[in-house]
Each structure stands twice: as structure tokens, then as C-alpha cells.
């Protein structure tokens, strides 16, 4: 099981189309290792970051970017230090806002994503469901800086038919 991120039409704006998330416990100061198995026919660009969020708006925020070449089928792994300094968490690490974003960067066309995982300073696993055998359970996408295809004129609607159903006097 392993999650398939497609980059959205040439003719739509790109960048902040969406994120992938997952929300963390506040961070704090130390380093945090993010390891993940990624693969792409393509050339792709993942930008990832470790931020503190508020809404939509991140107060602070590490950021990266993994370059995943392009080749065969296999899957490649990746780990990362992510070191968070002293006073960097800010004023909104009080709130419990952190929050793990992947959001696929400039030419990538498709990117697969599985096994992914978040260890804190302390060797906690930060991430649930990182395995993804529980679907998009702990995972959701936003929205940053385009929201149009969000709208309600852009998603299909099903009502489903209401049955002739007598109603008891």
C-alpha cells in the first residue's frame, strides 16, 4: 500500500495547489530524523517541511526539498535530519500546531510515497499510520494559496435517489 501524488494540469497554478499533512505533537528543540520510501518515473521535487501552523499560515517552518531522480520502478529510501534550534518553535508551539507537509515541487508529474516516519529527539515515532495500511486515516490535503479547485463548482455532487418509502401512519 503505498500513496500516488499527481502534480495538478500544466494550466493550473502549481505551486500551493496542495499538501499532504499530518499533524505532530508542538515542536520542540532537537533534531528530528524524517525517513520515507519514494519513487517516480520522472524527475520529481518534493518539498518538505516541519512547521508550526497556524490555520493555514505557518509561524515557523523547516524546510527542504528531496530530489527523487528519475529511473527504474524501484523505491528509494530517504532520511533526513531536521534540526529544530532553540526559540524557533515560537509562540504557537503553546498551541499543539505542528504539522508534517509533503507537496510535490516544479517538474514532477507523479511521485509515490509509502513507509513514512517521524522520529523526535527522544527516538518517539511522531507520524500515525505512516505505513498507510490504514488508507489516508491520520492524512489529509489543504489547500495553500489556491483554493479553486476546492470550490464547490469544481466537486461532483451525488445525491443518491430517495426510495418510495410508505410512511406508517
Not at 500513496?3 to 502549481?14: V, Y
Not at 519514494?38 to 493555514?56: D, E, M
Request: charged share 20%; with cysteine; glycine share 10%.
Amino acid at each position: 500500500v503505498y500513496l500516488r501524488i499527481f502534480r495538478p494540469d500544466r494550466g493550473t497554478r502549481s505551486r500551493g495547489a496542495f499538501d499532504l499533512l499530518q499533524r505532530v505533537p508542538p515542536l520542540s528543540e532537537g533534531t528530528y530524523t524524517l525517513a520515507m520510501d519514494l519513487r517516480s518515473p520522472h524527475l520529481a521535487k518534493l518539498r518538505v517541511g516541519l512547521c508550526h501552523t497556524h490555520l493555514l499560515y505557518a509561524a515557523s517552518c523547516l524546510q527542504t526539498i528531496l530530489r527523487v531522480p528519475s529511473g527504474d520502478d524501484g523505491w528509494r529510501r530517504f532520511s533526513l535530519p531536521l534540526a529544530v534550534g532553540k526559540g524557533s518553535s515560537g509562540v504557537w508551539s503553546a498551541h499543539g500546531l505542528g504539522f508534517l507537509s509533503l507537496r510535490p515541487e516544479g517538474p514532477t508529474v507523479v511521485l509515490d510515497v509509502d513507509n513514512l516516519s517521524l522520529v523526535d529527539a527522544r527516538g518517539q515515532q511522531l507520524l500515525h499510520n505512516g505505513d498507510l495500511t490504514a488508507g489516508m486515516a491520520h492524512w489529509f490535503f489543504a489547500g495553500c494559496h489556491y483554493f479553486v479547485p476546492w470550490h464547490i463548482g469544481y466537486l461532483f455532487l451525488e445525491t443518491p435517489p430517495v426510495e418510495d418509502v410508505p410512511i406508517p401512519d
